[in-house]
T-cell receptor, first 114, second 112 residues
Framework: ETGVTQTPRHLVMGMTNKKSLKCEQH?????MYWYKQSAKKPLELMFV???????ENNSVPSRFSPECPNSSHLFLHLHTLQPEDSALYLC?????????????FGSGTRLTVV | GDSVTQMEGPVTLSEEAFLTINCTYT??????LFWYVQYPGEGLQLLLK?????DKGSNKGFEATYRKETTSFHLEKGSVQVSDSAVYFC???????????FGPGTSLSVIP
């Protein structure tokens, strides 16, 4: 039990589909993050939320739409994706305001776009 | 901007060999430093951390010392096991909101 739960673990979707990834943390953390991990590439930070407010969007295409309804839940809504969007999507949380505590990661959602 | 550089591997070692994975960083201030590990099919787990110069982080037989003078945070283990096969990420955090910057990761394979 990592404290950060991501669902689903695996997702296959067509380019015209709409789907959502869910992340939930039970650690009382204030900050949540979406990362993309592709083969042979460094981890890419996509979005940062602090106290439910989006504080960073790293030039992510609009076909990825985050939602953070409260400090414990984070969603990533997907629509009209491309095959190059196939990757492992990782959610993480942290205490936020206190530097040096590090992240707690979920196990990720393995997304395949066909 | 801040950045982390680490040997990319892959690194292949025999069981019980000594492990070193080099990590150096660039930062404007005094960051906290981390090592994360990712086992196959899983997300990243925090392995160890150090928050100030000369601190030594340790966990599961792994160690790393925060060297400000050389801006380094090398990961070491005296005797690796097959179960240590994973990808290891060096990382730093400098902002008050804890945003972590990751290195590219080093793949380690330990063979019996």
């Amino acid at each position: 039990e990592t404290g950060v739960t991501q669902t689903p673990r695996h997702l296959v979707m067509g380019m015209t589909n709409k789907k959502s990834l869910k992340c939930e943390q039970h650690l009382g953390h204030n900050a949540m993050y979406w990362y993309k991990q592709s083969a042979k590439k460094p981890l890419e930070l996509m979005f940062v939320y602090n106290f439910k407010e989006q504080t960073e969007n790293n030039s992510v295409p609009s076909r990825f739409s985050p939602e953070c309804p409260n400090s414990s839940h984070l969603f990533l809504h997907l629509h009209t994706l491309q095959p190059e969007d196939s990757a492992l999507y990782l959610c993480a949380s942290s205490q936020g305001a206190t530097a040096g505590t590090g992240y707690t990661f979920g196990s990720g959602t393995r997304l395949t776009v066909v | 901007g801040d950045s982390v550089t680490q040997m990319e591997g892959p690194v292949t070692l025999s069981e019980e060999a000594f492990l070193t994975i080099n990590c150096t960083y660039t930062a404007t201030g005094y960051p906290s430093l981390f090592w994360y590990v990712q086992y196959p099919g899983e997300g990243l787990q925090l392995l160890l951390k150090a928050t100030k110069a000369d601190d030594k982080g340790s966990n599961k037989g792994f160690e790393a010392t925060y060297r400000k003078e050389t801006t380094s945070f090398h990961l070491e283990k005296g005797s690796v096991q097959v179960s240590d096969s994973a990808v290891y990420f060096c990382a730093l955090s400098e902002t008050s909101y804890d945003k972590v910057i990751f290195g590219p990761g080093t793949s380690l394979s330990v063979i019996p």
